[in-house]
């Protein structure tokens, strides 16, 4: 037979009592007080022992509180310095996207430059294909003048030569004979 559970010195937290259900107390016949301690005793200690868990429970998800505390604070100096992130990144997208529009604009107005200067260009190149025409045609005129001044040239050098025979004649002979041989000569000239 087994002692009274007042006998034992059950007050260790962690060790239960003697009794583990209380099955065992209807096989034996107690006096009514001694079944009505043990039940007490046996509640008692179970509510001390779901109260040590619960307090276990509470240290525990105090821990776990305590460290979500301070990765939310982690998390929030974290997210200030995303914030802070952001807003740098956002000044710089608006300064490039100033500078993109500056350079559109800069793209344009080159653009604008080229085509005027390609407008100028081919004004300049039907000027010059002009003059390039014009110098061609004075050249050819220039070089027709020049065979005019040669035959003219010739013309007054037989002209002086036919003078001198004429006044060496006196004009009677050498006229006639002097417009037999300048009549080619002129005829040439009007021609050309």
Same mark, same amino acid.
């Given at each position: 037979m087994l002692p009274h559970p007042e006998?034992?010195? &059950?007050?260790?937290?962690? =060790?239960?009592?003697?009794?583990?259900?209380?099955?065992?107390?209807?096989?034996?016949? !107690?006096?009514?007080?001694?079944? /009505?301690?043990?039940?007490?005793? !046996? /509640?008692i200690y179970n509510s001390v022992r779901s109260l040590d868990r619960t307090a276990d429970r509470a240290k @525990?998800? $105090?821990i776990e509180l305590e460290s979500l505390r301070e990765e939310k604070e982690g998390l929030q100096k974290e997210l200030g310095e995303v914030r802070g992130e952001k807003e740098g990144l956002q000044r710089? &997208? %608006?300064?490039? #996207? %100033?500078?993109? $529009?500056?350079?559109? #604009?800069?793209?344009? $107005? /080159?653009?604008?430059?080229s085509e005027l200067l390609l407008l100028q260009l081919h004004q300049v190149q039907e000027e010059l294909e002009y003059y390039f025409l014009e110098n061609q045609r004075k050249e050819e005129k220039l070089h027709g003048l020049r065979g005019q001044r040669e035959v003219l040239l010739r013309m007054l050098r037989l002209h002086g030569r036919f003078q001198?025979?004429? =006044? @060496?004649? $006196?004009? #009677?002979? /050498? =006229? *006639?004979?002097? #417009?037999?041989? =300048?009549? *080619?000569w002129w005829q040439r000239l009007q021609r050309s």
């Open positions: 006998d034992i010195v &059950f007050n260790v937290q962690s =060790l239960p009592p003697l009794h583990l259900n209380v099955n065992w107390l209807f096989d034996c016949k !107690y006096p009514k007080e001694s079944f /009505a301690k043990i039940r007490s005793d !046996y /509640a @525990a998800i $105090d710089e &997208f %608006g300064e490039v #996207r %100033g500078e993109k $529009d500056g350079l559109q #604009r800069e793209l344009i $107005d /080159a653009r604008e430059e001198q025979r004429f =006044l @060496a004649l $006196d004009g #009677r002979i /050498a =006229l *006639p004979s002097l #417009r037999r041989q =300048l009549m *080619p």
